[in-house]
């Protein structure tokens, strides 16, 4: 009885504390964000978006893992960067760095000695510096080019020892810095795709033209073309379906499998005109559509095939329910 109330005990006290950190790390994030530097911020802007090199974040320790993930965001959002060590810069990777790198630095207290060590060489190689640091006064603070304060009054931790809410409010600031770059860029949806080809991101931001069929890949059959011919189409094409077109070119209907074997069930003569018995003003979709919203359509329209057309309603392809199904597979 008494280890289960001791355990009963110590539970309350942890998830106590769970909720304490949450609280005092958006306490950071709140006076972070009503204390940027707006002018500092925009400096730092100026200086990436004159970049014509890379960007190089470096840090030790946990700010390392931070600096980390601030290349890895901003490389994937159109600024070229990548991750040094501090410490194998001093062994031999410093040949990373080129002339019209900016590098940024991660460091609570701005004395990192690995980041220190670095700096002459930093000056040397004309490299510019942005500080992400806790102290504007501390050694990286006063060389560097650009400071961006991280204000944590205190750490999240009981102890006051494990960086807690400090790596928060520096994780929070470069993602703050790592989307304002991307906003002052232009960075686009399209941009994005393009750097993001795997994985569900890429499978959400897939467009139509990436997977509909086009050319003679998609069945179609003029309006005063016979059902018997419209069948032939169909089965040539094995989409299940055939696109109608009238004279000039346009869609006009779309004759799919179900409508074929309801029409042989109404006892319906097959010589009658694809025109007579297609489904009119199918559902259209554009190729810039995302596959994602394209299968949406789908759905809801209770249906397997759009017809992509070029805003006049010319098609210019098919996609069916299964190109998009295949799309969300891993």
Not at 34 to 51: K, P, V
Not at 96 to 118: C, N, R, Y
Not at 134 to 157: N, Y
């Amino acid at each position: 009885m008494t280890a289960e109330r001791t355990g009963t005990t110590t539970r309350r006290a942890g998830l106590d504390m769970a909720r304490q950190v949450l609280r005092t790390e958006a306490r950071t994030l709140e006076k972070l964000a009503d204390g940027l530097d707006e002018e500092a911020l925009g400096r730092a802007l100026d200086l990436l978006l004159a970049c014509d090199a890379r960007i190089v974040c470096s840090g030790m320790g946990k700010s390392g893992i931070i600096a980390r993930k601030l290349a890895s965001t901003l490389a994937s959002t159109g600024s070229p960067a990548f991750f040094l060590h501090p410490a194998e810069a001093g062994h031999g990777d410093l040949g990373m760095l080129v002339d019209g790198d900016v590098f940024i630095a991660l460091s609570h207290s701005g004395d990192t000695g690995e980041i220190v060590a670095l700096l002459p060489a930093i000056r040397r190689l004309n490299v510019q510096l942005i500080a992400m640091v806790g102290d504007a006064a501390s050694t990286i603070g006063r060389e560097a080019d650009v400071v961006l304060h991280v204000d944590a009054d205190a750490e999240a931790c009981p102890l006051g020892l494990a960086p807690t809410a400090s790596t928060t409010a520096a994780l929070a600031l470069g993602d703050a810095l790592a989307m304002a770059l991307l906003t002052e860029r232009g960075f686009g949806v399209d941009e994005f795709a393009q750097f993001h080809p795997q994985g569900s991101l890429g499978r959400r931001l897939l467009r139509v033209r990436t997977v509909m069929h086009t050319g003679d890949q998609v069945p179609r059959v003029g309006e005063r073309a016979s059902l018997a011919a419209a069948i032939e189409e169909m089965t040539a094409k094995s989409l299940g379906m055939t696109l109608v077109e009238s004279a000039d070119g346009k869609v006009a209907g779309i004759i799919t499998d179900g409508d074929v074997r309801r029409i042989v069930e109404g006892g319906i003569d097959i010589d009658r005109s694809a025109g007579e018995c297609m489904t009119p003003d199918p559902v259209l979709v554009t190729a810039d559509a995302l596959a994602a919203e394209a299968l949406r359509l789908l759905e809801e329209s209770r249906i397997t095939v759009l017809v992509v057309d070029d805003g006049d309603r010319r098609a210019i392809g098919v996609v069916h329910l299964h190109d998009l199904w295949r799309t969300q597979m891993v």
